[in-house]
């Protein structure tokens, strides 16, 4: 598929902002539920599947792995229109682009993403991709990690989160732990100091999960510093500065490999326009918590992870999202009330060695909703290391994107 040309009519029945996990489902669930005019910003010629990065930064799977064209997902029918969303105006029922055109539109999908703050942190950004500085949040720095892991033998390596909503919550520690795995394989970890710095008071928010990371934790002699967050990064002396927040204290320490995570927030033109929740400091949209609307714009529909909402930025909470979606933007269009309700579902797949993984799934009141409940996913276990390696990407390529799961 080839993006649509200039003269594409500029009002659309629906328009969906962002071509990632969230706005290709969408558009491929109202495309098979009968609508016809179906538009879709987005500038990116390349899709990405994220949740394959940790893998990659652990030497478990190769980039290529996670990467598709965005023509290759996009689903038949539906208009690409090749442009960069810059302001919404919901009242006059338009989206601007950075060309200068403006779209109008019936029904809005608000599903853009985030954006990585690299600033956020002083002296991160310049220090990112050499000396032991890497980041699985970027495809071009995965591999990199891995090289920095493979090549360790002593020293410490810092593994950070910062505070704040961040997608994927569980990333910054599974690459410890895989890191940590590969160290203890190799007759290594004694030698390395592991620090891993987390923003929040435990290690998850789910009790049984984080009974078991701390054990994981304790496994591989990690020194956990929960309630901080890596404040500052001084890349040519490889020094970064920890704050723990409960004590206001800072420690700087010297570091061999840093893995850091970003600080993360809505795109700014979202941030600074009508839809933005005012009771997020991170500029993420308002969204009713259930019907995944917008309080004041009904015609308005946020998901993913620009969406306000209390619960983990992931994929497959994207999976069940998109459904609650279609089937209230198919009620507004028919003149019927909303019904559909997202209950807070997220997955977290945590890694926690080279063939070992725990399965969280809970809702928003943190209650274990297992897929499997015959299974007990709270356990280490090797099955869903390979369900998380291979099952998934199939899951998420060939059905989540095609509007089948």
Partial sequence: MTPTPAAAPSRHQ??????GSAGITVAARLRRAGVRDIALLEPSETHWYQPLWTLVGGGQAPLRASLRTEADVMP?????LRERATAVDPAARTVTTASGRVFTYGQLVLAPGLELDWDGVP??????????????YRPDLAPLTWEFIRRMRRGTAVFTMPSGPVKCGGAPQKIAYLAADHWRKRGVLKSIRTILVLPEPAMFKVPVFDRALR???RRYGIEVRLNSEMTAVDGPERKAVLTDHTTGTAETVRYDLLHAVPPQRAPRWLADGPLADPQSPYGYVAADRETLQHPDFPDVFVLGDV???PTSKTGAAIRKQ????????????????????YDGYTSCPLVTARHKMLLAEFDYDLRPTPSLPFIDTTRERTDMWFLKRYG???LYFRAMLKGLA
């Avoid at 002296?123 to 699985?136: E, F, I, K, R």
């Fill in 76 to 80: 038949p029918g539906v208009r690409w």
């Fill in 322 to 341: 998109a459904p609650v979606v279609v089937s209230n933007l198919l009620a507004g269009l028919r003149g019927r009330p909303a019904s559909a309700r």
């Fill in 14 to 19: 629906v328009l969906i902002v962002g071509g």
């Fill in 123 to 136: 002296g991160l950004a310049p220090a990112l991709g050499h000396d032991g500085v890497t980041s699985n």
């Fill in 307 to 309: 969406a306000n909402l």
């Fill in 392 to 394: 998934l990407p199939q």
């Fill in 215 to 217: 054990e994981t934790a």
